[in-house]
């Protein structure tokens, strides 16, 4: 665990930098992360971090399922993988956050929402984009570069892994 955890939205808020960032401590991979502020006034700021610290445990979950559906299609399309993946459980010890941004509904400004993109050993080109609404929804899982509108709904044939 790093020394100095910024765990809290007070200690992420103290990193803030002028080039539009604060550094977060992601829990679950147990590492520091950048976390993108620019354009976002403080209180949406410290309601995502909150949203953030408090991310639910079965939100990991959908997550690892969903990550592991895109990891198949993968290695479908190309075939031999140098990083095979027998189970969703084991998707873990292949990705690892890059960045994390904030983005925002122009519909209902109560939620807030979470977009990551994450290194994968599978796809080194593209990696992986997460949105994660509030604390407890994943909305939007694709290979990064395809990010999402928080108001839109995009379905698995548009290309969410998290799609209906």
Known sequence: MPENRLDTPEKAMATKTIEGYCNVYFAKFDQIVKLYIENFDDEYIKRCLKSFFNLEKKLFSQLELFTFNYYKDVAE????????????????????????????????????????????????????????????????????????????????????????
């Open 77 to 164: 399309c190309v075939g031999d993988l140098d990083y095979p993946i027998d189970s969703p459980a084991e998707i873990w010890q292949h990705i690892q956050p890059s960045y994390i941004y904030l983005e925002q509904s122009e519909i209902n400004k109560a939620n807030t929402f979470l977009g990551i993109t994450l290194y994968c050993d599978w796809d080194e080109e593209h990696g992986l984009y997460w949105s994660i609404k509030n604390n407890n929804e994943v909305v939007h899982v694709s290979p990064n570069g395809e990010y999402s509108d928080p108001d839109e709904k995009v379905s698995y044939e548009d290309g969410n892994y998290a799609g209906n």
